[in-house]
């Protein structure tokens, strides 16, 4: 049993020492499992209690030094956080995917949802119309992306093409969205909203959360939102969560792509070399992490009315690196994966992506098992692919186009060349 003090968690008591009387902290407060519900009428003295998760036995409350004082010594009480920073992940670089084999075959991820956590989609984007089934807002700045981000990120997921006829097509062109904004305008958001975000898309029954944000590395033991995705993984959600912008270094994974349950994504660049920027493993306690890698270099995807995030192509796109994009291309496939086999598990899929992934030869802390590969994952499936692969009427999916040299556009475009196209090169040097 914890003692009151070790209730605190060292970040908390650090802030403590930094504030004085009547001065509140946002914190983050885990109960007993199944007793929370009965806290909302139970407030202590100068706590103003904000969130209560439906997930997760955790709250989310402002809070005075007496306050959190008080919360050490009530034995339902488990561990009180601080609420940290979060913000989206993202860099600059150049590469491409898709699985046109994978929708020749009949499979578009129909059927299937996906929550998108993140600055909020644009449902005005000729690529999302029909997509988004629904939209909430966690950050006071409306459910509308004034950022750019999470729709990129959703036109990655589950992008259309309509705008480019079918040429900046996402993974899984069938599946819906649920947006949960929980980042500002400049990418940034604490930690509570997204776990608020996270909550709230599980209990919007949702297959599949996208979580292409995070925060700095948490201290062992030290972070509900951790937790709350494990709980979310629990309940039959998929967890997908971008690896992180802060490698080449070693233990640069942050929070949430630190947790185990979770499929955590890495980055490759368009040489199939891990990108430089992409966070690498251990995590603090020792395991391997990220645990695959898709591309995420310089990836065309959807571009929010207005915004100009990433290098804009024309009206409707934008080019944007880091591992957030590598993270919504696994949710993608995730998806097509569930529609061919609704009844697996997160563990399951989490497993058959791990194993049916192509080794790339390098560091296993920073490409996990390897390239997430459709072909290979559907074949562990036992699930036959169309030998020729599907394209939009315009020709092959984002076949990068000749730029003058120097030129922003120089890097290749794309958001959909295929898992066809990198095992190519592999199979056939």
Not at 87 to 93: C, E, K, N, P
Not at 206 to 223: N, R, Y
Not at 232 to 257: K, Q
Not at 350 to 359: H, N, P, R, T
Request: charge should be negative.
């Amino acid at each position: 049993m914890n003692s009151p003090r070790r209730k605190i968690t060292s970040q908390l008591l650090s802030s403590m020492s930094t504030v004085r009387g009547d001065q509140e902290l946002p914190i983050i407060i885990q109960y007993v499992p199944k007793r929370r519900l009965m806290r909302q009428a139970q407030l202590t003295a100068g706590m103003r209690q904000s969130y209560q998760y439906r997930v997760a036995p955790f709250a989310h409350a402002h809070a005075t030094l007496e306050a959190i004082s008080a919360l050490e010594q009530d034995d339902e009480v488990v561990r009180i956080y601080q609420d940290s920073p979060v913000h989206a992940l993202m860099d600059q670089a150049p590469a491409h995917v898709g699985v046109p084999h994978i929708w020749a075959t009949g499979y578009d991820g129909a059927g299937v949802s996906i929550a998108i956590v993140d600055t909020g989609v644009d449902p005005q984007h000729p690529d999302l119309e029909g997509r988004i089934v629904d939209m909430l807002d966690f950050t006071s700045d409306g459910e509308f992306d004034n950022n750019g981000h999470g729709t990129h990120c959703a036109g990655i997921a589950v992008g259309t093409g309509r705008a480019s006829d079918g040429r900046y097509r996402g993974v899984a062109p069938g599946a819906t969205v649920v947006s949960a904004r929980v980042l500002d305008a400049y990418g940034n958001g604490m930690m509570s909203d997204v776990m608020a975000g996270i909550d709230w898309a599980v209990s919007a029954g949702v297959q599949i959360i996208s979580l292409s944000l995070g925060g700095a590395g948490p201290l062992a033991g030290e972070d509900p939102l951790v937790e709350l995705c494990h709980a979310a993984v629990d309940l039959g959600v998929m967890v997908c969560v971008a690896a992180g912008n802060t490698g080449p270094g070693r233990m640069t994974i942050g929070s949430p792509g630190s947790a185990e349950k979770v499929l955590t994504v890495g980055a490759i660049d368009r040489a199939d070399n891990i990108a430089p920027f992409s966070s690498r493993g251990p995590t603090v306690d020792g395991r391997i992490k990220p645990d695959v890698v898709l591309p995420g270099s310089e990836i065309v995807a959807a571009r929010a009315t207005g915004t100009a995030l990433g290098t804009p192509q024309g009206q409707w796109y934008t080019a944007i690196s880091g591992t957030s994009m590598a993270c919504p291309m696994a949710a993608g496939l995730c998806a097509l994966t569930l529609q061919a086999q609704p009844s697996l598990r997160p563990s399951e899929l989490k497993e058959l992506i791990m194993q049916s992934a192509l080794d790339l030869g390098t560091d296993a802390n920073a490409q996990g098992k390897g390239l997430a590969d459709g072909r290979r994952l559907f074949a562990a499936l036992g699930i036959p692919l169309s030998v020729e692969p599907s394209y939009p009427p315009s020709g092959p999916v984002n076949v990068p186009e000749p730029m003058p040299d120097g030129s922003p556009e120089a890097a290749h475009k794309g958001c959909m060349i295929g898992w066809l196209n990198l095992l190519r090169r592999r199979q056939n040097p």
